[in-house]
């Protein structure tokens, strides 16, 4: 499974664009990224998810280079509920339902006032 | 609501005991994963059943043991607790692939204290 390395924390004033980068050096032509949210004492939350290129959904954008080597995760315009812990995850899926998903650290971003 | 349901959502037990945690996956979805969470730290992946059938090995203790039921349902057993037991621990299910939105899905997890 490919190791990822994101920042451990990040500061964000309300209504600025937060960009967190996760570096997956190791990553698999069969794996995807996907990255999760998880706020305080719940499940984390499926956010989106690429293979390549650019993904935008109503939440977030994910930016991935050619060579897939990393992934940036852009959210835009946060407030103070976007206060959480950003997991980013390569793997993907291993047959018969299954998927092979590693978290690491994740990113713990503070939306300041 | 996710649609994973775990219970219960809190469990206070003491040392030495054992505890068993409940979970039942979305609709449909034939795997189950489980994870522990201490505080501070991040997800631990215990162990995953798919269709009845033990898949794959975490962190595991010997201490703690995990079955999928014929309905889906998944139960994880903490036996011998320790302090250091203490986490949250969580469910996931997945579906079959269903093209670009697959991964896991969590339920809310069970708080374990062990005092």
């Known amino acids: 499974l490919a190791k990822t390395t994101q920042p451990i924390s990040m500061d964000s004033y309300e209504g600025q664009e937060v960009n967190i980068t996760c570096s997956h050096n190791?990553?698999?032509?069969?794996?995807?990224i996907t990255w999760y949210q998880q706020f305080p004492s719940q499940g984390p939350r499926f956010i989106i998810q690429?293979?390549?290129t650019k993904v935008t959904n109503e939440v977030a954008s994910l930016f991935i280079p050619a060579d897939r080597k990393s992934s940036t995760l852009s959210l835009p315009r946060v407030s103070l509920s976007d206060t959480a812990v950003y997991y980013c995850?390569?793997?993907?899926?291993?047959?018969?339902?299954?998927?092979?998903?590693?978290f690491g650290k994740g990113t713990k971003l503070s939306v300041i006032p | 609501d996710s649609g994973v349901t775990q219970t219960p959502k809190h469990l206070i037990t003491a040392t030495g005991q054992r505890v068993t945690l409940r979970c039942s996956p979305r609709s449909g979805d034939l795997s189950v994963y489980w994870y522990q969470q201490s505080l501070d730290q991040g997800l631990q992946f215990l162990i995953q059943y798919y269709n009845g059938e033990e898949r794959a090995k975490g962190n595991i203790l010997e201490r703690f043991s995990a079955q999928q039921f014929p309905d889906l349902h998944s139960e994880l057993n903490l036996s011998s607790l320790e302090l250091g037991d203490s986490a949250l621990y969580f469910c996931?299910?997945?579906?079959?692939?269903?093209?670009?939105?697959?991964?896991?899905?969590f339920g809310s997890g069970t708080r374990l204290t062990v005092v």
């Open positions: 190791n990553i698999a032509t069969n794996d995807y």
């Open positions: 995850l390569v793997g993907g899926y291993s047959g018969a339902g299954s998927y092979q998903l590693t």
């Open positions: 996931a299910s997945s579906a079959r692939r269903q093209g670009a939105n697959y991964g896991y899905t």
């Open positions: 690429g293979y390549k």
